[in-house]
């Protein structure tokens, strides 16, 4: 057994773990985050996509105990206060699930797409979310959907001060 | 009384409502079925054959048994003393639960382990030893029928060979008339492949049988929650009224998870045993080895013509695989399932189709693949076969299904093969997807670039499909009648609980059923909560599959919401003092006719009926509606794909993908657009990558998604969709089902876009996945 500190989604977690946990499985079956999906056994599929250090990885392809120190985002963690991030609101808006499986770890790597290019051509958002397979729904809707958010997020971004952007996003940045 | 129009939009038909669903999932708060967690749960895993036949010698479960935080293993010798060793398919035949003769195909399930931690499970299987004996593996499904192949189902009484069925439709004497007067015969041979539904979740379960209360709670990953507790009830011997499917959130199902799987039952016998909750979820690699597969038809289809083009009749035989257990989920009469449509979209009188299907050492299955029942086989095999008879006509493909199209006034049109069609404009249909995509003018691109050794290729498919399963008279699945149910009770502040018998996994069903309330009552959709999926709380329903939904569930909701509306009417008309057939239903109000500013809303009608009911009528507003629909829906759309292929290297890419799609009237059409996106994203896969194949020791390749390719968004074509509105005349708000159209139409175009790209150079077939490979090969064939 190992002990790590992980912070996930703003909060402290000191855990004992078995070396061989996969993260995926640490947040979901020892924090309960269930929001991080598995869809597959060999790294392909993105379900299980979350932040770590601001950075979109697969949390099945790395272990727990490589997260210790580290600072991780998983879909929980992406609405504040119960207000819905624009790419939240923009999945919805443009009909951009449909099962929801494949939604959060989506979500999470549009938002590192838009943390680092918040103006994406389609062919920039069809390749940065390339690493993430959706059964459902063509990805034409989640094309529109990550265009929506990044639409939402330089209106609301214009007249103010960067300050009052997402905080999630924002977090993202200071890394 | 309050006279107010209702304030809130009520989103009836045709609207593009956001999903009600959605809120949950954009948070990440779906509870699918690996996220269900049980006070005392175990963790059950299977231990699955490495080889595809063999004798089981022995099996040695003692090492893992010891293994600290095992609990139990479980082999076939534990489930046949219960006799629960092997179960009904939903198609007649058996399949084993955990193997005890002989494993029959790669991946089958053989003991299982069950254990406090899922990690310890997995640890166990390796301490299992199991002595096989290998049988030599039959791959090959003509082989697998040749008299001298071993016989893979030694099982089963009487069963000497590997044949699985036989099937036949249409009238053999005047097809073969029609052929004997043809100018013209041309012929395919093809393999639609084995390829995998592989919804973005794998199946899984938690099994909850109480002990102290007899009781068996089973969260599973269902598409038919209400046939499977059925199936529970006949295979386990437990009392119906005892078992409870709850299905939670479904990541996507695609006829995936439509049969009944060993897993499940495994899981459910271990709780039994251990009077524990015990969870089973596959892995993907489980997934892909074990779980329904699809397709898997080698087809040689014939088509007569004369010489200008007019199409006088069809052939058709196959021979289907069917894996080691005859496990196609299909109505049972339907041993080819509804693959008879394959006349498609013509007008042809006469045509004869015969099928044969084949145990072969492989994985059971034969689901409806984002289809209704092997239609997606059929529309392949005639769009390509339409496509090659204008090649050697000499007749533009677009023309030639012109000329043939059963025409807008045919309708009801009768099939040479049985099917009674309700309604279509495929020569619309057709015209709009040509204009769309520009056709002329890239007929005249192609014929320039040709001379300059560019290959690019038009590929069109007028498919017509039959869902909605069903009459009665025609359909049931393991003997229950395809009917679909919808229960709906009105509470006295106005609001509303539907529960249906279908069961979303991403159709959107919480929002489109609202809809269809919201459309009936006027009340908002809003304010109506749609439920499913508990089949203690919901009406019985023979769930989601075939793009049954709408066509039968769809139905019964607007028919269940007029009843109550006629008894509102009878509230409405105690409540104003007058006689019901004074009363005019105006958008959400009862007016008194003539006299406007007497009216009630449907609102104050339900207040009513709980506070204020006439004597002679029950308290209450609520009802019940068991649908069953006088005949099948017939979906159909012409889509358009432009391919670019490279000389050099035979890669084909996608220029332009153009979907007419005709569903009848839309319900929410922001829905049913992600529904088609979504089939012509499966379609183009197929098309291109998604392949189960094996090699001749039965081995599956593509048992994992580094081998089993997946189209991403960087692949995937850029659709462009298109809508017609031609009403099913006989469903009550003129709907169609719509979820597999694309997928069941699509494959074709794609395809016939690349051979169309090399057609000048004598190329006639590919079969999919259309690789680059197999492109390159064909041109260097061609072109020495
Ligand atoms: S679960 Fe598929 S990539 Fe992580
Ligand atoms: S919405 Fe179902 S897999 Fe993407």
């Known amino acids: 057994m190992a002990r790590i500190t992980v912070t996930v989604n703003g909060a402290d977690h000191t855990d004992e773990v078995e070396p061989r946990l996969l993260l995926a499985h640490y947040l979901r079956d020892k924090l309960r985050l269930t929001g991080t999906h598995i869809g597959c056994d060999t790294t392909n599929c993105g379900a299980c996509t979350v932040l770590c250090d601001g950075l979109p990885v697969k949390s099945c392809t790395m272990f727990a105990v490589q997260a210790d120190g580290r600072e991780i985002i998983t879909v929980e963690g992406l609405a504040t206060g119960g207000q819905l991030q624009p790419i939240q609101q923009g999945f919805k808006e443009e009909h951009g699930l449909q099962c929801g499986f494949c939604t959060p770890g989506m979500m999470v790597a549009a938002t590192a797409l838009l943390e680092r290019n918040p103006d994406p051509s389609e062919e920039e958002i069809r390749w940065a979310l390339s690493g993430n397979v959706c059964r459902c729904t063509g990805y034409v809707n989640i094309v529109k959907a990550v265009r929506w958010a990044a639409q939402a997020m330089q209106e609301q971004a214009a007249p103010e001060e960067p300050a009052t952007r997402q905080p999630a996003t924002e977090q993202a940045a200071t890394r | ?784």
């Not at chain 2, 009830?233 to 959130?249: F, H, R, S, W, Y």
């Not at chain 2, 012509?680 to 081995?699: C, R, S, V």
């Not at chain 2, 690349?754 to 190329?763: E, F, Y």
């Open chain 2, 1 to 784: 009384m309050t006279t107010t129009m209702p304030g809130p939009e009520i989103h009836g038909l045709g609207h593009s409502m956001k999903r009600k669903e959605d809120d949950r999932f954009v948070r990440g708060r779906g509870t699918y079925i690996e996220d269900v967690v049980l006070p005392r749960m175990l963790h059950m895993a299977l231990l699955r054959s490495p080889l595809a036949h063999a004798r089981i010698a022995s099996i040695d479960p003692s090492a893992a048994a010891e293994l600290p935080g095992v609990v139990a293993v479980v082999t076939g010798a534990d489930l046949a003393a219960h006799n629960l060793a092997w179960m009904p398919t939903l198609s007649g035949d058996t399949q084993a639960v955990l193997a005890t003769d002989k494993v029959r195909f790669q991946g089958q399930e053989v003991a299982a382990v069950v254990a406090e931690d899922p990690y310890v499970a997995r640890d166990a299987l390796e301490l299992i030893e199991v002595d096989y004996e290998e049988l030599p593996a039959v791959v090959d499904p003509h082989a697998a029928l040749r008299p001298a192949a071993p016989v893979i189902r030694d099982d089963k009484e009487g069963q000497d060979t590997n044949l699985a069925y036989t099937w036949e439709a249409g009238d053999k004497a005047a097809a073969d008339a029609a052929f004997a007067q043809a100018d013209v015969v041309v012929s395919l041979d093809t393999h639609y492949p084995r390829c995998h539904p592989s919804p973005m979740e794998t199946c899984g379960c938690v099994a909850d049988v109480n002990a102290a209360t007899g009781k068996a709670t089973i969260y599973m990953t269902s598409q038919a929650p209400h046939a499977h507790r059925t199936l529970f009830a006949m295979v386990a011997g437990l009392p119906e009224q005892n078992i409870q499917i709850k299905t939670v959130d479904i990541g996507g199902g695609f006829g995936n998870k439509v049969p009944i799987y060993p897993g499940y039952v495994v899981a459910t016998a271990a709780s039994l045993l251990l009077d524990r909750p015990v969870k089973w979820i596959e892995d993907r690699t489980e997934n892909l080895i074990s779980t329904g597969f699809a397709r898997d038809y080698h087809m040689h289809g014939e088509l007569a013509l004369n010489r200008d083009g007019r199409m006088l009749g069809l052939r058709v035989s196959m021979v289907s695989d069917q894996g080691a257990f005859f496990a196609d989920a299909q109505p049972s009469k339907c041993r080819a399932g509804l693959f008879h449509i394959v006349t498609g979209s013509y007008d042809l009188t006469a045509a004869h189709v015969t099928g044969r299907g084949a145990y072969t050492n492989k994985a059971p299955g034969g689901v409806a693949y984002r289809c209704s029942f092997r239609v997606t086989e059929a529309s392949f095999l005639i769009e390509r076969l339409v496509q090659n008879a204008a090649y050697e006509l000499g007749i533009d493909p677009a023309e030639l299904r012109r000329l043939n199209f059963i025409r807008p006034e045919q309708f009801p049109y009768q099939s040479a093969t049985g099917f009674l069609y309700d309604s279509g404009n495929y020569p619309a249909a057709l015209q709009k997807a040509l204009d769309a995509v520009g056709y002329d003018e890239l007929r005249r691109e192609q014929a320039e670039g040709r001379a300059q050794g560019k290959l690019m290729g038009i590929g069109i498919a007028s498919f017509t499909e039959v869902v909605g399963a069903g009459p009665h008279k025609d359909y049931d699945i393991a003997g229950i009648k395809m009917f679909d149910s919808a229960e709906l009770r009105v509470h006295p502040t106005g609001k509303a609980i539907l529960k249906i018998g279908v069961q979303t996994q991403g159709q959107g069903h919480e929002t489109t059923f609202a809809q269809i309330v919201a459309n009936e009552l006027r009340i908002p959709a809003e304010d109506v909560l749609v439920q499913y999926g508990d089949t203690d709380n919901t009406p019985y329903g023979l769930g989601t599959y075939a793009s049954r939904s709408t066509p039968t569930a769809g139905a019964a909701t607007a028919v269940v919401s007029r009843k109550l509306l006629d008894k509102g009417r009878k509230i409405a008309a105690h409540v104003l003092e007058c006689s019901p057939d004074d009363l005019e239903w105006q958008s959400g109000r009862f007016v008194v006719k003539g006299t406007p500013e007497q009216a009630v809303t449907i609102q104050d009608v339900a207040f009513a009926a709980y506070t204020n009911h006439p004597d002679d009528l029950e308290a209450g507003l609520e009802g019940v509606t068991y649908y069953d629909p006088p005949n099948m829906t017939y979906p159909f759309g012409t889509y358009v794909v432009v391919v670019d292929v490279d000389p050099e290297t035979g890669v084909w890419t996608v220029r332009r993908a153009v979907a007419v799609d005709d569903c009848g009237v839309r319900i929410n059409p922001m829905i049913v657009e992600g529904q088609l996106h979504g089939g012509l994203a499966e379609g183009y896969g197929i098309a291109a990558m998604q392949l189960i194949t094996f090699d001749e020791q039965g081995n599956c390749i593509g048992s994992n998604f580094m081998d089993y390719l997946l189209p991403t968004s960087w692949e995937t074509p850029r659709f462009e969709t298109y809508a017609m509105e031609t009403p099913s005349p006989h469903h009550p708000l003129g709907a169609k089902g719509v979820g597999e159209s694309a997928t069941v139409g699509s494959p074709a175009a794609y395809v016939n876009a690349v051979i169309d790209a090399l057609t000048h150079l004598g190329v006639r077939n590919i079969d999919m996945p259309v690789t680059s490979a197999k492109v390159w090969q064909a041109i260097q064939q061609a072109s020495p």
